[in-house]
């Protein structure tokens, strides 16, 4: 499967942003869905997973609360609502594929879109 990350870009501390991942190539419905990011310096960390129906629903403690994983395998289209965004929230966001799931590594993923860039002014 193909996957195009978009939505990026700059806000302010508190603001809100919604990424979207749009999957092409294959059956969208038949991938567990897994939202990472990468700062400058660090590791690719887990930020969050969605199940192939969308009915179950995973996050980092980072994000838990503030930031909302959703699908629509209609439009094989997943997203990631982000509310109350941090400065430590900054860096490039990717959406990835698996089979199965869920999974928090991102060695568990076979499938990466491009990343988009978060950044989040103080």
């Known amino acids: 499967v193909q996957l195009q990350a978009s939505g990026g870009g700059l806000v302010q501390a508190g603001g809100s942003l919604r990424l979207s991942c749009a999957a092409s190539g294959r059956t969208f419905t038949r991938y567990f869905m897994g939202w990472f990011r990468q700062a400058p310096g660090k590791e690719r960390e887990f930020v969050a997973d969605?199940?192939?129906?969308?009915?179950?629903?995973y996050y980092a403690d980072s994000v838990e609360g503030r930031f909302t994983i959703s699908r629509d395998n209609a439009k094989n289209t997943m997203y990631l609502q982000m509310n109350s965004l941090k400065p430590e929230d900054t860096a490039v966001y990717y959406c990835?594929?698996?089979?199965?799931?869920?999974?928090?590594?991102?060695?568990?993923?076979?499938?990466w879109g491009q990343g988009t860039q978060l950044t989040v002014s103080s």
């Open positions: 969605i199940s192939w129906s969308g009915g179950s629903t």
């Open positions: 990835a594929a698996s089979p199965s799931g869920p999974h928090f590594l991102p060695d568990d993923f076979d499938s």
